[in-house]
């Protein structure tokens, strides 16, 4: 079984910058493909940054915006995201593998 805590969702301006953390239990994450993934209002959860290792992938609309970065020793993912745009606001989620998620973290970025 794995917990997953994420915080660092809040307010910011269009521009502005966020970092999102996300800290895992149970389970260490070296090892394991994790993401961040979010859902705006009314529509789908989509994928939004990956790392596996020290492979990392990047849904189009945010490359160059933002990154994703781990910890093992805190067993910690991270999402730093720069360049916000109100297109961003959603509710963004951490996974482990393909198993567990987090219970997600609200940002919202106004025009």
């Known amino acids: 079984q794995v917990q997953l805590v994420e915080s660092g969702g809040g307010l910011v301006q269009a521009g502005g910058s966020l970092k999102l953390s996300c800290t895992a239990s149970g389970r260490t994450i070296t090892a394991a493909r994790m993401g961040w993934f979010r859902q705006a209002p009314g529509k789908e959860r989509t994928f939004v940054a990956s790392?596996?290792?020290?492979?990392?992938n990047y849904a189009d609309s945010v490359k160059g915006r933002f990154t994703i970065s781990k910890d093992n020793a805190k067993n910690t993912v991270s999402l730093q995201m720069n360049s916000l745009k109100p297109e961003d606001t959603a509710v963004y989620y951490c996974?482990?593998?393909?198993?567990?998620w987090g219970q997600g973290t609200q940002v919202t970025v106004s025009s």
């Open positions: 996974r482990y593998n393909n198993d567990y």
């Open positions: 790392i596996f290792w020290s492979s990392t």
